[in-house]
């Protein structure tokens, strides 16, 4: 359904139902779900009915319960979000909708330790505490998130074909989240591979009783910006209950310019298609049509998805949860391939059904997602179909003080492009590809007196592909000196998976009418160390008062075993006429790179700290900030690109300054030993080098993260009906370096404003402006110019 139908379906009910709607007193589950931010809005004689609902004696035990949310995913069981043993974050659905954030990548600017930048109108890119851009100078590729694992009700959404996260797929929009769990540090020791750098969980709104019926909100603005959600919950009996949302978004760029490698900058659609060097080599491939790569070079992203919910509670020991749905995506984001330019487009047709149930104790879940996706539009050999089951069981024992979690896991995920090339060789994968996991895992968490809880995690991989188990594990000690001051001090390491790329790729690209070589070969290796991450972590949690609450949390991981596709070797064929003893090249050599992914030595180490706070001023103003610093140095750097590399293995068979090499070398060897018979007067000659420096450098200082960033939000409410978020977002310089080019991006402060007023207790109208000051610098490298973003909507729940 268009967006504007959605729209006119939401203005009617808005105007006619409040009419009809009548307030009802709220109810204790009600006023246990209220935000900080709504709690200290309210007058005095307020606060004290909500006291009496809940059975509190105090205003500071009330703000008390409030500070303390609940959080289940640094333990996998719920507790208080000050007691977490982790560096946790819990953000709300009402915190992400009071800051006006438009999708989920842009509200979790608002988590400490998390930094995001904004590749072009709607489209970001995601890490936590950064280690991003690894291994440098490679494809755009080695910039995507492969480190951080995203869940929905703890079912992965990872990109398993080339690792990250492609969150326009996500079918999920901002009105289905109760609230989002991000835990920071690595954690495959609780959720599994890929969660290296932390887990981000997004939790859907579970419908009880006080669920409204209807909410809907819709927003929309400039560069041809709409976007809107709409949901029907219902609480059947207090045992069963459904819900079905829909949400739709399309976003347009600020401009419609491609940027072009080896130009340095950028270019229209149709200047692009004629862009020649001094040789007369073009940029684009001859066999691609602009038109297939760029439809809409201008479209920056419009997503849809649709989603069901039902609950049914056998007993209160005994709950099933269903769901389903699906979503259609595209966007014209950071490229996954070798481009010429630094922008593909990318498309994704999935559907999913996840089970999750809580039974005596056992807590079981099953997912499967299947479906299209196309990684980069227009390319041959991106295109694929997919399907991926999750299947997870574990069962919780208390024994006194001593909490055993043991737990089984299995995965199994396939990418297939064999209905979308036109032949076997032409694609990345060239039939079905699979990659399955088997897991274990046990968690212990021991009371050992009222103050010291130590904790501990293992975990072990079974790749199909491989023999050996990969182990990873977190312990941890949390001491609480009182009520208002916890330590906690964590060791852990988790792993990442290997990718269907990684292990599988079998392509041979012919680069007709480009520069040497004439063929480049991608090839998988199954024989790869699998990258892991040490983290020694401390924290502090702290409250001085009952109106503050102070996270300080400072880090150190080291990480190795990075994959990186590299050339292996590089040949020459050659043909040569033999006279007498004189071998004479007939013509140009026929160039092959073999490229393979394949582990190097490099090492990432990383320091860090982030401070966060949230303080409550006055009841009517409320102050959330945190910041982050980290330094990264790596160690045995090779700064050697792709393409240098193969020009140094090249110039070793046919050194550029006429000097004899392995290619003089062979044919001085076929002239003394004579000439192919089939062929007495031409031989073809084949010469091969597998060169690679070894030049490394160490402590090399890697500003891909910027070395600081932060946030600080005011919540202000001076009347009862309006509401005033304003929000600063900085981050410093930082250092991009790929395959072709280098840039530095800037530092940038992006201020943000909502106000929203609340017409009635069902309707609500707001202007949500996002880089108010219209702040025009490049987030991302190689990417868009960010402007600002001018939004008005309303929200409705009834």
Known sequence: MKLRYIFAIVMALAITMPAISQEKKKTREEVLNMTMEEMSSLPLEELMGLMDIVGVSSIEELYDLLLNKDVTSASKKEESLFDSPLSTTVLSHDEIQSSGATCIEEALRLVPGIIVREKNNGNYDVHIRGLDNLPPKNMMLQSENTSTLVMINGRPVFNYAMGGIIWESLPVSLGDIDRIEVVRGPSSALYGPNAVSGAINIITKTIDSSTPLISANIQGGNLNTYMGDIGFRKQINSKFSIGVTGNYETRNRNNDELYVFKEGKSFSKDAYEVLTDANGYTYLDPKDDIDELFPDPGKSKEKSGINGYLSYEINSDAILNLSGGYQYSFANASTLGDNATSMAGRESKTSYVDLNANLYGFDIQGSYMFGFQDFGVGNLGFQTD????????????????????????????????SKHIPALGSGFFNGKKDMNIFATSLRL??????????????????????DQWTPSWQFVSSYKINDKNNFRLVYSRANRSPFIIDLHSNFLWDREGRPSPDFIYFGGNKNMDVMVSDLFEAGYRTRPSKNVLIDIEAYYSKSKNFTVLA?????????????????????????????????????????GLTISLDWVLSEKLIAKSHLSVQQTKLDNYNPVTRDEMIAMQANAIYPSDGSNGLLAQKIYESAITGQIPQYPNMTSLSVSSDYKPTDYQNNFKHEATPNFWGSIGLNYKPTQKLNIFSNAYIYGKQTFMNQYDTSDVDSKIILNLKANYQLSESLSVFANLRNILNNEKQEFAFMDEIGGLYLVGLNFKL
């Open 386 to 417: 997919m399907a991926q089951f999750n299947s997870n069981i574990e069962y919780n024992l208390q024994l006194k003080n001593l909490s055993i979690r043991p737990g089984v896991n299995y995965m199994s995920v396939y990418y297939d492009d």
């Open 445 to 466: 968490d021991y009371l050992a007196t009222e103050k010291l809880r130590l904790v501990a995690a293992l975990r072990a991989e079974k790749y199909a592909h491989s």
């Open 567 to 607: 050339p292996d070797s590089t040949n020459f064929i050659i043909p040569v006429a033999m006279v007498g003893t004189d071998p004479t090249p007939l013509a140009m050599p026929t160039v092959t790179a073999y490229m393979q992914y394949q582990n190097i030595d490099l090492e990432a180490k990383q320091m």
